[in-house]
């Protein structure tokens, strides 16, 4: 209930009152300040009147008086600048590490907001909000969800920053791996991303036009060219030959590969295998197309698929696994395979780079990338299609998959401008 009084604080939608502080000075709110989502007070440089005097300076929340003592805030100073302590219950008096008495006032959270926020948490339904999305205005749906794939391509920023910060700032390198990372599809992601960062590309570059000798690398440094990961019955003659030229070039470049167990093979289908996923990479690799600045000229998404289009080398179209001839196929990347990487690696590096550099071109690209592309088909563009909200693009479907990752599963709907509008005019709404 202590997210709902923040909500109906930040809103200033309690009950219109005459609002007077425990020791009985009438209360004037001129601004409820600034939502603080890290430590410290709740709310920032709020401006208050006070028995006419006004106030400028931090709001604390709490579901009743003794919470500030619980919450240990009359020891700590970062709370002695708390102007005004709002309750739903006053029940002591409360005072700064300094030894001030804080003035208090009680809000009551009007009973309608309370009923329809209590029925938002107990929907079982997905999206809960779902009465209410034929409702809202499209300006309002396409604000809402343009800042949401601005949040998700942020979320992804932060990551490939790190990935950028274990490759020691060399941005060649967190493009490989960010690309090889999504080239595990989901299972094998994180060890594709510790593959390509233990594997240094100016050792690869030196054998880029050899694609045997790349194979060998690939696939060694994967830890996929151990006795541990073949059974000797399996170890064929190709397998052989590429494990004694990783032997060399492990020793020439002083390289120690993953574990074998680093992958993961059950319930996997075969073409997504990581042995024909790395000889895909290889060919990529062979013909120049994994570096930043490829992907940073490539003008459209047609282009883009053009560069990331690739197939296994010729002895991984006869085999998923050592030693085990299968059908021949080309295994090529599937087209919706190609757009997830458009979707997962292309955009994430271009808004991160652009941020990186600066340059809101690049920013304002990767945007206008994930408008151009699919919106991606799952459970949760689904549910919101079905809820009635049009998803044509990979902006859309992106800022979806964000809203249910980090609204709508953990019920945080008070921060969210669906169940904002759902508060503001369920009551209007008659139930299906």
Not at 105 to 123: D, G, H, K, M
Not at 181 to 191: L, W
Request: charged share 25%; glycine share 4%.
């Amino acid at each position: 209930m202590e997210k709902l009084l923040h909500y109906i604080w930040q809103h200033k939608l309690y009950a219109a009152t005459p609002l007077f502080t425990d020791s009985g000075e009438a209360v004037e709110i001129l601004d409820p300040g600034l939502h603080n989502h890290d430590a410290g007070p709740d709310f920032f440089n709020a401006k208050v009147r006070i028995g006419g005097v006004l106030w400028v300076g931090n709001v604390e929340l709490h579901k009743n008086s003794a919470d500030w003592f619980r919450h240990r805030h009359h020891e700590d100073e970062a709370y002695d600048n708390v102007v005004l302590h709002v309750v739903s219950q006053i029940d002591k008096c409360i005072r700064t590490s300094a030894g001030r008495e804080v003035p208090q006032i009680e809000i009551t959270v009007p009973e309608p907001l309370r009923e329809s926020y209590a029925e938002l948490l107990a929907e079982e339904a997905f999206p809960p909000c779902y009465r209410v999305i034929p409702h809202i205005t499209p300006p309002a749906v396409r604000g809402w969800l343009s800042a949401l794939t601005v949040e998700r391509l942020e979320e992804k920023t932060s990551r490939i920053e790190r990935i950028l910060r274990q490759a020691g700032g060399d941005w060649e390198q967190a493009a490989f791996a960010t690309l090889a990372r999504n080239f595990g599809f989901g299972v094998n992601s994180e060890a594709f991303e510790r593959w390509a960062l233990s594997l240094p590309l100016s050792a690869a570059g030196k054998h880029r036009d050899d694609e045997f000798q790349l194979e060998a690398l690939f696939l060694g440094q994967a830890g996929l060219l151990s006795d541990e990961a073949t059974p000797t019955e399996r170890r064929d003659a190709h397998f052989l030959h590429l494990q004694s030229e990783y032997s060399f070039l492990a020793h020439k470049f002083d390289l120690t590969p993953l574990p074998a167990k680093a992958w993961r093979f059950l319930r996997m289908r075969p073409q997504n295998f990581p042995h024909v996923r790395l000889s895909q990479l290889v060919r990529l690799y062979h013909r120049n197309a994994v570096n930043l600045s490829a992907i940073i000229e490539a003008p459209d998404a047609d282009s883009l698929r053009a560069l990331l289009t690739t197939e296994a080398t010729d002895y991984w179209q006869k085999h998923y696994c050592f030693g085990e001839e299968s059908s021949q196929s080309k295994k090529t990347l599937q087209a919706s395979s190609l757009d997830l990487l458009l979707i997962n690696t292309v955009a994430p590096l271009l808004f991160a780079y652009g941020r990186n550099r600066f340059d809101e071109n690049l920013c304002e690209r990767a945007f206008a990338l994930l408008e151009e592309v699919k919106a991606e088909r799952n459970h949760i563009t689904r549910s919101w299609e079905k809820a009635g909200l049009q998803v044509p693009s990979a902006a859309d479907s992106q800022a979806l998959i964000q809203l249910r990752k980090h609204y709508c599963d953990r019920r945080d709907c008070l921060r969210c401008r669906f169940g904002a509008e759902f508060l503001r005019s369920r009551r209007t709404i008659s139930p299906l």
